[in-house]
């Protein structure tokens, strides 16, 4: 009887990414900045990143990956229900960079609205929109992460600037009757804590004419919060499902440090074949880098149908979250 009970639930339906053309090597920064590529190496894992051109803003990104989404879902634009942009790099203050994308994928019928919590933004998304979908407002969310983290990177900064990069990822999400064990995101968690605010925030606003803004991070502070928290928020999406690691086909983490990656995925005891890891070409890209490390393990066929996701975050907020998706 279980079994066979039908339930509504967001579905992904179609995935798309943008990057920068321009490939900035370790070697590279380097030449810029007191560093090194075994540095770099050693303590991220980065080997790469992408820095946008003048033209590729947050939503110029972020409309060439929902456009592929929609494009691999067979959506419609004008079908679309509602745009949410994960980002803390938009163009404007306002409007949002959601609206800028509606009008670029010709989406009229959709309403849309930015989300701001730093790298966790591409979970927190994914929570709104699985909430709108369950709920019954819309029929299908386009959800995006695009950042161009490049723009508020101060180059004065080596313990900084060599870890972040650009890029943009997109996930239609449509709600669908399934089965239990059918696909759809099974939860989302979200935290938070302002109390750790000060060890990773932007020191400015698109506001402010006097100072758009720099990254500013604590490193060791956000790293030693990142394994606790996030090992945290692994275990309480399993316990929620009754689930055990041993279920999870693939980890998809947020990229920020090949360390913190590789901690999360030993205490779920997981072999590094069931942990996406795009930090080395990518670098830590924010909000986007989940949808962009998710579309590389779909192209290397770990990603496939009927596989048991569990995705997590940690960023500026402190924010932090997890989402357990069945494709
Ligand atoms: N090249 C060479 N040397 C460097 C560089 C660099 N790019 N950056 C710092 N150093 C030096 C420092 O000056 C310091 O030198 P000293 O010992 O002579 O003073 C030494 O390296 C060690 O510096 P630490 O900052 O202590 O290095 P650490 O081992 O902590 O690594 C890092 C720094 C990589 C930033 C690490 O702390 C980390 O990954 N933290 C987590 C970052 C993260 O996860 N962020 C996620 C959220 S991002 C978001 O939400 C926007």
Same mark, same amino acid.
């Given at each position: ?110 309403? %849309? ?70 696909? %759809? ?49 692994? *275990?309480?999406?399993?316990?929620? *499902? ?22 999360? %995925? ?49 960023? %500026? ?11």
């Amino acid at each position: 009887m279980a079994e066979t009970q039908r339930l509504t639930r967001a579905v992904l339906t179609g995935l798309g990414t943008y990057l920068p053309a321009r490939v900035v090597t370790n070697a590279e920064m380097a030449k810029r900045i007191d560093t090194s590529d075994e540095w770099i190496v050693e303590r991220t894992g980065i080997r790469q990143r992408h820095f946008a051109a003048p033209h590729e803003t947050a939503a110029f990104m972020g409309a060439e990956a929902g456009r592929a989404a929609l494009t691999e879902a067979g959506l419609a634009p004008e079908a679309l229900g509602a745009i949410i942009v994960a980002t803390s790099t938009p163009d404007q203050a306002f409007p949002s960079t959601a609206v800028h994308i509606q009008a670029a994928l010709v989406a009229f019928n959709a309403f %849309g609205f930015d989300l701001s919590a730093a790298c966790s933004g591409f979970v927190y998304a994914l929570s709104v929109a699985d909430a709108m979908l369950r709920a019954g407002q819309v029929k299908s969310v386009l959800v995006i992460g695009t950042e161009v983290y490049s723009r508020i990177l101060n180059f004065a900064d080596r313990g900084t600037c060599v870890l972040f990069g650009d890029g943009a990822g997109a996930v239609l999400l449509e709600a669908k009757e399934v089965p239990r064990t059918g696909p %759809g995101l099974l939860s989302t968690h979200l935290h938070a804590d302002g109390r750790l605010a000060e060890i990773l925030y932007v020191d400015g606003a698109v506001g402010r004419k006097d100072h758009p803004g720099h990254l500013v991070m604590q490193g060791r502070e956000v790293f030693r919060h990142a394994v606790t928290l996030l090992a945290g928020a692994v *275990n309480e999406a399993l316990a929620a *499902n009754s689930l055990s690691p041993a279920d999870i086909d693939l980890l998809v983490p947020h990229q920020a440090n090949r360390r913190i990656i590789d901690g999360v %995925g030993k205490k779920l005891g997981l072999p590094p074949e069931r942990v996406v890891v795009t930090v080395d070409r990518h670098a830590n890209t924010s909000a986007a880098s989940i949808p962009l490390a998710l579309a590389s393990a779909v192209a290397d066929g770990r990603a496939a149908p009927g596989k048991l996701l569990l995705l997590e975050a940690l960023g %500026g907020g402190l924010t932090w979250g997890s989402a357990l998706l069945r494709l």
